[in-house]
């Protein structure tokens, strides 16, 4: 028996040339060349094969355009506006080495042109030239999306306010970008604290400063938690710079906005003092002395504390709070949540009818509210909120959207709580809410249909308020969300709920 067989080696190499001399036209060259060697096992006879191919091709593009489609150029020009005015004046140079990227935006241009892809247009990018200009030939009609970066240090001192434009290109155009020279407004924010303080430490972070230009334009950052801050501004002549006064209770603010002449400088510098309330005692004359609970029946101070997470991932969400007066609509108190780890403090001289209100850019606001009565001198309140962000299937809860006992009627403090979830919708109005109405128990057995009514009096109201990408559903008492026999679970279960269906 023998071991008749082959040892092979095998060896291919290709190169291909390609030309486009224009007008459409295309040249291919390829040749491969292949090489095998084989080798007897037997007799160690080797046999040497080698073969050569060439391929030429001609390809002739005629570019017909897609009749259904308008083709447009687009010219774009990145340039450094001295004067401030965001108009390019002849005077003004381009900035170069701008990387541009440019992408259809297909929901929107589907919307208005349908969903037929022909003439699709593919992502590019590409560096402004030393014009600070890019050029697009040839391209479709539609919604656009352009997304720019310096890169290096091309663009010296001189900044954009936005790095994207969205646009609609229905005609040829040029789009003027500019950049403004940046100006830093810097400071710091100073605490003048009284002997007699019982305030504890005060977090200076956080705190909101404005610059105002003298055409109403403005520019805001937050002090970090050494009460600096700094702001960068383009090189207008004048700027007004103000600060929000959260301890407007505690402290007084000894000037609170500042007249900025830049005049050619660079920078300036600004501080804000705020100088602690002196404590004050009064004795007044009537007081309701409770002898068995030895205590002073008045409200007094209230100290709010904790944090604000994503009520999915967990993570610190960077949140606005706010302490509203329902009766009268009015901010008693605000702050702004650390976007590290979500917590927040805020004080504020208690009432009978306030609420706690928290938002965040796509998420549902939170709404509590807040008891009144309080029996002591001060009182320090804990609460760690979740909020949902706003997915497809996320649920809203309205916490102050209940009901009477076989009523659908929409009460005052419903209206309200309505009205801050409208707020949140105009600024998603993509969003497809589901309301779904329930009932309690009792009304289960006799008067299920109430939970649909409720359901589209909430509907009803949205609509009659502007938004109607809504529609309704009834869980009727199925869904409890306590689910015991006492009045106040059954009112509680007395409810509506908003659902995303889609985004």
């Known amino acids: 028996i023998y071991d008749i067989g082959a040892r092979m080696n095998r060896l291919s190499v290709g190169n291909e040339l390609v030309a486009r001399p224009g007008y459409g036209w295309t040249l291919f060259f390829t040749n491969t060349i292949g090489y095998q060697a084989t080798t007897d096992k037997l007799t160690e006879d080797k046999y040497k094969y080698s073969n050569m191919y060439f391929e030429f091709r001609i390809r002739k593009e005629f570019g017909f355009r897609q009749p259904r489609f308008k083709y447009l150029d687009l010219t774009v020009f990145f340039f450094k506006d001295l004067n401030g005015n965001g108009i390019r004046e002849k005077e003004e140079p381009g900035v170069e080495n701008v990387l541009v990227s440019i992408d259809k935006d297909y929901e929107m241009s589907d919307s208005l042109m349908g969903t037929d892809r022909r003439g699709e247009f593919y992502a590019m990018e590409f560096l402004s030239d030393m014009n600070g200009m890019v050029q697009y030939r040839n391209i479709v009609n539609g919604f656009y ?70 055409k109403g334009k403005m520019f805001s950052t937050l002090t970090d938690k050494s009460g600096k801050f700094v702001i960068y501004v383009p090189n207008v002549e004048k700027y007004t710079v103000s600060i929000n006064n959260i301890f407007r209770e505690h402290f007084e603010l000894e000037q609170n906005s500042f007249e900025v002449q830049l005049n050619g400088y660079k920078q300036f510098e600004l501080t804000y003092i705020f100088t602690e309330k002196q404590r004050r005692i009064n004795f007044a004359q009537q007081l309701n002395f409770d002898s068995q609970s030895q205590q002073v029946q008045v409200v007094k101070r209230t100290n709010l504390g904790g944090s604000v997470k994503d009520g999915t991932t967990f993570a610190a969400i960077k949140a606005v709070v706010k302490i509203v007066d329902e009766s009268t609509g009015n901010v008693v108190s605000e702050t702004v949540t650390d976007g590290r780890t979500g917590a927040f403090y805020i004080s504020f001289i208690s009432g009978p009818d306030y609420r706690l209100d928290v938002t965040s850019d796509d998420y549902w606001f939170y709404s509590e509210k807040l008891v009144g009565d309080q029996l002591s001198t001060f009182m320090n309140i804990n609460r760690d909120i979740s909020l949902t962000p706003i997915t497809v299937g996320s649920k809203l809860a309205l916490r102050n959207v209940t009901f009477e006992r076989n009523d659908a009627t929409l009460n005052e403090e419903a209206k309200v709580e309505l009205s801050r979830m409208l707020e949140v919708l105009a600024t998603n109005p993509d969003i497809r809410i589901q309301i779904v109405g329930h009932c309690d128990d009792i009304e289960g057995i006799d008067n299920v249909k109430i939970a649909e009514e409720r359901a589209k009096a909430v509907m009803k109201h949205l609509m009659a308020n502007g938004y109607s990408n809504v529609e309704h559903s009834a869980e009727g008492p199925f869904q409890p969300l306590v689910n015991e026999t006492t009045e106040e679970a059954r009112k509680l279960n007395r409810r509506v709920e908003a659902i995303v269906i889609s985004k």
């Open 145 to 214: 999306n352009i997304k720019f970066t310096p890169m290096g240090k091309t663009s010296g001192n001189f900044v954009t306010d936005n790095s994207n434009l969205r646009f609609h290109l229905d005609k040829s155009q040029t789009i003027d970008i500019p950049f403004q020279e940046k100006n830093k407004i810097f400071g710091q924010v100073m605490m003048n604290r009284s002997k007699l303080s019982n305030l504890g430490n005060i977090d200076i972070s956080n705190i909101k400063v404005t610059a105002t230009d003298t």
